[in-house]
């Protein structure tokens, strides 16, 4: 599986973005995707997972309510509207998909699938 992230950019505090995840290759083998984020020098954190069958999303407390996970099976696309985006926010982004149907949604060890980062500022 092949995952193509895009969609990252500045944007104002209380601003939005929305974020794209591509999937590729092996896609029936997906059981959920995910996004992560990673500050410098920081542990690679949880952001929201979709489960791709039955669409029931999971969200770290800190993006709820303000963060919305869908996905788009037909196009094998994930999606992350952020909106009242906080310079806190800034950091890379990045999608992950997972072959497992068992352990935590929440740990980035789960995930077998990543792609490449995208990049996130909100400007204060």
């Known amino acids: 599986v092949q995952l193509q992230a895009s969609g990252g950019g500045v944007v104002q505090a209380g601003g939005s973005l929305r974020l794209s995840c591509a999937a590729n290759?092996?896609?029936?083998?997906?059981?959920?995707m995910a996004w992560f984020r990673q500050a410098p020098g920081k542990e690679r954190e949880f952001v929201a997972a979709?489960?791709?069958?039955?669409?029931?999303?999971s969200y770290a407390d800190f993006v709820k309510d303000r963060f919305t996970i869908s996905k788009d099976n037909a196009k094998n696309t994930v999606f992350l509207q952020m909106n009242s985006l906080k310079p806190e926010d800034t950091t890379v982004y990045y999608c992950?998909?997972?072959?497992?149907?068992?352990?935590?949604?929440?740990?980035?060890?789960?995930?077998?699938?990543w792609g490449q980062g995208t990049l996130v500022t909100v400007s204060s």
């Open positions: 992950a998909a997972s072959p497992y149907y068992s352990g935590s949604t929440y740990i980035q060890e789960n995930y077998a699938y």
């Open positions: 979709i489960n791709w069958r039955s669409g029931s999303p």
């Open positions: 290759g092996r896609t029936l083998a997906i059981s959920r």
